[in-house]
């Protein structure tokens, strides 16, 4: 039922042949390689036949190294928006108890912001 691999890091970087797997393409061709109805599994075969896109190792580990600091950023992108939804609900809380106060006179003096 599983079958283990190993990659020939000669050949192909791990980290860029992760980010293979998990491309949209990939798992796409993946899900239609599926069999069963109830546990669906993929025969290592028809993984093995999967075509992947083999640029020279140096450009592979470039690649990678990319596609990990775009992750990165998107990890810490998402995690500024789980803080400042956090803090917004904590500045409407207090605005609704009335423990802050908006001077609704100085904000239209102000005019719109551009």
Known sequence: MYVVFELDEKKIDSDYF????????????????AQGSVRETVPFSALGALPIPLPKLAQQKAIARYLNSLRKE??????????LKLQKRGLMQQLLTGKK??????????????
């Open 18 to 33: 992760l980010h293979w797997l998990n491309s949209s393409e990939t798992r796409a061709r993946i899900r239609n390689s």
């Open 74 to 83: 998107i990890r810490l992108l998402e995690r500024k928006v789980e803080l």
């Open 101 to 114: 106060r908006l001077n609704l006179t100085a904000a239209k003096r102000k005019g719109p912001r551009p």
